[in-house]
Nanobody, 124 residues
Framework: QVQLVESGGGLVQAGGSLRLSCAAS????????MGWFRQAPGKEREFVAS????????RYADSVKGRFTISRDNAKNTVYLQMSSLKPEDAGVYYC?????????????????WGQGTQVTVSS
């Protein structure tokens, strides 16, 4: 069983930055692919970024490339999402997810564990 707890969300002005953290329990964290997804009100959940267990393979949604960076610290069982140059359309609830394989995925249904989410609000 894996538990994921996100933190770091909040209110930020457009153009600002935030860093989200996701702390994971479970000894196998370092072997899991990790991902970030988000959901805005009235919209479907969408993929944001993912990183393989080794950190070698990384994927980003086109909408966040060059602005967001996913990283992980396996020693701390934590994955991060550094968000810069935030736009109002980046607002939503951000979810951390873990996939019990080493391979990254951009598909939410392929993730096995989810956090409770953290709210990100971007004011224009």
């Amino acid at each position: 069983q894996v538990q994921l707890v996100e933190s770091g969300g909040g209110l930020v002005q457009a153009g600002g930055s935030l860093r989200l953290s996701c702390a994971a329990s479970g000894r196998a964290f370092s072997s899991y692919a990790m991902g970030w997804f988000r959901q805005a009100p009235g919209k479907e959940r969408e993929f944001v970024a993912s990183k393989s267990w080794s950190g070698v393979s990384t994927r980003y949604a086109d909408s966040v490339k060059g602005r967001f960076t996913i990283s992980r610290d396996n020693a701390k069982n934590t994955v991060y999402l550094q968000m810069s140059s935030l736009k109002p359309e980046d607002a939503g609830v951000y979810y951390c997810a873990a996939r019990t394989t080493a391979v990254v995925s951009t598909t939410g249904d392929e993730y096995d564990y989810w956090g409770q989410g953290t709210q990100v609000t971007v004011s224009s």
